[in-house]
């Protein structure tokens, strides 16, 4: 942490705009983008740089999307709110990050059918993420069209045929990862869906939750009601990620104690390891802070 020694919170440190608190939900999302980027050169070894590359772009647009759109449904509650205005925001705010996860989907699934499958037709978990790819664009500007509080029943319809959308590429990128063999499958998509739901709220986190309650400091406990939703998640989050990267690094390596450090691939699963280990560590800090508040956590 720099040359400045130790600093209160108030202190940003390096004069960024951000200070020590803020800095834990970046940290838990970088965390998640090598965890990931680490996952698709495992599972896509050997490919063009350029492919994995839009692999990556892939999963992570989609996983921001299931995730995202799942807080968005599910842990968002627009009665916890006391006034429209901060209602409106943390809307207005997640839309943005809407916006971006569906253009990063477009680069990405372009990007990866046409490098990864160019020369043969495409296999049904491909098509099934074209869909996704394709149908995402579409409704997002459909639920921009029906944002008003006169169409809030549509916009629901609209938001959860946009999580089922997304959520069924996600299972056509485990089925093409995994070419259909239904254990694998299983498996992959609780490694790939405990992904998906850590990015999306990684994503609710620093672009909608911080950025809310710093311009409405007034209604943080309003703002932090779906955080505490959403952390309860982490606790069977992380045993399935660590019970399916097992499965797979097992699969993938074999038993042998010395394979983490002896091949490249080894390496990386050891990467994977570190990355789960500082991401419980967080998680752990802030149940133990909440505890200490004896509140939920903050
Ligand atoms: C937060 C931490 C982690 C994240 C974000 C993460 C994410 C991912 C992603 C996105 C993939 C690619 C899936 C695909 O292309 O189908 C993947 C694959 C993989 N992950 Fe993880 N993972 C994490 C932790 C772990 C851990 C702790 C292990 C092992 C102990 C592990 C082992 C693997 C293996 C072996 C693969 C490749 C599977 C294959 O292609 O056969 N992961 N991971």
């Not at 089922?164 to 499958?185: D, I, M």
């Amino acid at each position: 942490m720099g040359t400045r020694g130790n600093h209160d919170e108030k202190t940003p440190p390096f004069g960024l705009d951000v200070s020590l608190k803020d800095l834990q939900p970046r940290i838990v999302f970088a965390l998640l983008l090598v965890g990931s980027a680490a996952g698709i050169w495992l599972s896509r070894w050997g490919s063009p740089f350029v492919t994995r590359g839009f692999w990556w772009l892939l999963v992570v647009s989609l996983g921001t999307l299931c995730g995202g759109l799942y807080w968005r449904l599910v842990l968002f509650d627009a009665s916890d709110f006391e006034h429209d205005e901060t209602t409106r925001a943390v809307s207005e705010r997640w839309r943005h990050v809407e916006a971006f996860a569906v253009l990063a989907l477009l680069i990405g699934g372009v990007g990866s059918v046409a490098t990864g499958a160019a020369g043969r037709p495409l296999d049904p978990g491909e098509v099934a993420v074209g869909f996704g790819v394709a149908l995402s664009p579409f409704l997002w500007v459909v639920l921009g069209r029906y944002s008003g509080d006169e169409w809030s029943q549509t916009s629901a319809y609209v938001r959860w045929l946009f999580f089922a959308t997304v959520l069924g590429s996600l299972v056509g990128f485990v089925w093409t990862e995994t070419g259909g063999h239904p254990f694998e499958q299983a498996v992959r998509f609780g490694h790939v869906g405990s992904f998906a739901l850590w990015i999306g709220g990684a994503s609710w986190h620093n672009f909608v939750v911080l950025p809310t309650l710093r311009a409405h400091p007034d209604a943080a406990d309003e703002i932090k009601a779906g955080a505490r939703r959403f952390r309860r998640h982490l606790p069977v989050v992380i045993a399935v990620f660590l019970a399916t990267g097992v499965y797979q690094a097992v699969r993938l390596l074999g038993y042998s104690a010395s394979v983490p450090v002896g091949t490249a691939a080894g390496r990386l699963v050891a990467v994977k390891f570190a990355v789960l280990a500082l991401l419980t560590g967080l998680v752990a800090i802030n149940l133990r802070r909440a505890r200490k508040r004896g509140g939920p956590s903050e």
